[in-house]
């Protein structure tokens, strides 16, 4: 049975003009924007995530943003729930959705399905935390490894927050993470043709130069005093929140409780955000999506590539 529901993916790495694309695409298409993002769905995470400006929200209608307290949780099955409603309103509209963001999870998940995995568990975690910080990452790894070698051959051994989440699993449930993610699948995207669209930049180097440009803009824009803020509304929010783990929010967490240097805290944000970069598109090149290589970054030859592709995916679905 033919799909009736267009959908437009644009994945990629952090600071690869995702967003500046997507408004570019808005001013040619009839679309609305879907955030595949886990730190835009946090109300008060604004500089930290780079989160659109209220000009650009207020320029094309944004879903899956400013949804959630910091101090909720949110999984990668109640993103399925939600973005697959907010594709079937939109599409009801006769409007085109366009998922961007950087969460590969996320669309991953979309593609692919999942399984469902038990909730975070806030003293479990506390408990691993002293254990990384005291054994260190390759022995926390190395205990995954024992546990669960499916999982932690996928793992990098910086990769802290897998490691954890992993382990956080495999305790609650007494059973590998991926044995349990086996056990129990949710369908994800539905009823849907999709274009995987994914920016994978060629030049490392220049990605690097932006992250860490970036990063210093955060911080004049007042990212220190955003963090300070949420610690005044939120009193309740701790370092073991999902919110606080996400890159930059969990060193600027760190220097605000004295365990950082400013200096420690620059160097670690823009490190982790580099690292996060190599995730996404390490992920990127292992899902099949349809890269768009500019090697420069530029915007207009983005744009180009991008409605090029689009024109050619119309063309044959129409």
Same mark, same amino acid.
């Given at each position: 049975?033919?799909?009736?529901?267009?959908?437009?993916?644009?994945?990629?790495?952090?600071?690869?003009?995702?967003?500046? !694309?997507?408004?570019? @695409?808005?001013?040619?298409?009839?679309?609305?924007?879907?955030?595949? $993002?886990?730190? @835009?769905?946090?109300?008060?995470?604004?500089?930290?995530?780079?989160?659109?400006? !209220?000009?650009?929200?207020?320029?094309?209608?944004?879903?899956?943003?400013?949804? !959630?307290?910091?101090?909720?949780?949110?999984?990668?099955?109640?993103?399925?729930?939600?973005?697959?409603?907010?594709?079937?309103?939109?599409?009801?509209?006769?409007?085109?959705?366009?998922?961007?963001?950087?969460?590969?999870?996320?669309?991953?998940?979309?593609?692919?399905?999942?399984?469902?995995?038990?909730?975070? *568990?806030?003293?479990?975690?506390?408990?691993?935390?002293?254990?990384?910080?005291?054994?260190?990452?390759?022995?926390?790894?190395?205990?995954?490894?024992?546990?669960?070698?499916?999982?932690?051959?996928?793992?990098?051994?910086?990769?802290?927050?897998?490691?954890?989440?992993?382990?956080?699993?495999?305790?609650?449930?007494?059973?590998?993470?991926?044995?349990?993610?086996?056990?129990?699948?949710?369908?994800?995207?539905?009823?849907?043709?999709?274009?995987?669209?994914?920016?994978?930049? /060629?030049? #490392?180097? +220049?990605?690097?130069?932006?992250? %860490? +440009?970036?990063? *210093?803009?955060?911080? /004049?824009?007042?990212?220190?005093?955003?963090?300070?803020?949420?610690? +005044?509304?939120?009193?309740? @929010?701790?370092?073991?929140?999902?919110?606080?783990?996400?890159?930059?929010?969990?060193?600027?967490? %760190?220097?605000?409780?004295?365990? +950082?240097?400013?200096?420690?805290?620059?160097?670690?944000?823009?490190?982790?955000? #580099?690292? @996060?970069?190599? #995730?996404?598109?390490?992920?990127?090149?292992?899902?099949?999506?349809?890269?768009?290589? $500019?090697?420069?970054?530029?915007? /207009?030859?983005?744009?180009?590539?991008?409605?090029?592709?689009?024109?050619?995916?119309?063309?044959?679905?129409?």
């Amino acid at each position: 049975m033919a799909k009736n529901k267009q959908v437009i993916f644009l994945m990629g790495p952090t600071a690869s003009g995702k967003t500046a !694309l997507a408004l570019s @695409l808005a001013k040619s298409y009839p679309i609305e924007i879907i955030s595949v $993002d886990s730190a @835009l769905i946090y109300r008060d995470l604004n500089i930290g995530s780079a989160k659109p400006t !209220l000009t650009e929200l207020a320029a094309v209608p944004h879903h899956l943003i400013d949804i !959630l307290s910091p101090l909720q949780n949110y999984s990668v099955a109640d993103f399925l729930t939600d973005c697959n409603r907010a594709i079937g309103e939109i599409c009801s509209r006769g409007k085109l959705p366009v998922l961007v963001g950087g969460t590969m999870m996320y669309f991953n998940a979309l593609m692919n399905g999942i399984s469902k995995l038990p909730e975070a *568990d806030y003293e479990l975690r506390a408990r691993l935390e002293l254990e990384f910080n005291k054994f260190g990452n390759q022995l926390m790894h190395e205990r995954l490894m024992a546990l669960d070698p499916a999982s932690a051959n996928k793992i990098e051994i910086n990769d802290t927050q897998r490691i954890e989440r992993a382990l956080e699993v495999c305790y609650l449930t007494a059973k590998p993470m991926s044995q349990v993610q086996t056990e129990t699948r949710l369908a994800g995207i539905v009823d849907c043709d999709y274009l995987p669209l994914a920016i994978v930049p /060629s030049n #490392r180097g +220049l990605l690097h130069q932006r992250i %860490n +440009l970036r990063f *210093d803009q955060m911080l /004049s824009d007042g990212f220190i005093e955003e963090v300070r803020q949420l610690k +005044l509304d939120y009193p309740e @929010l701790t370092a073991r929140h999902n919110s606080m783990r996400m890159v930059g929010y969990s060193q600027a967490w %760190n220097f605000l409780a004295g365990i +950082l240097t400013e200096l420690e805290m620059i160097e670690q944000g823009k490190a982790a955000t #580099r690292q @996060l970069a190599k #995730r996404q598109i390490t992920w990127l090149r292992s899902m099949e999506c349809v890269a768009i290589d $500019d090697s420069e970054l530029d915007a /207009s030859n983005l744009l180009a590539e991008a409605t090029k592709l689009i024109e050619q995916w119309m063309h044959i679905k129409s």
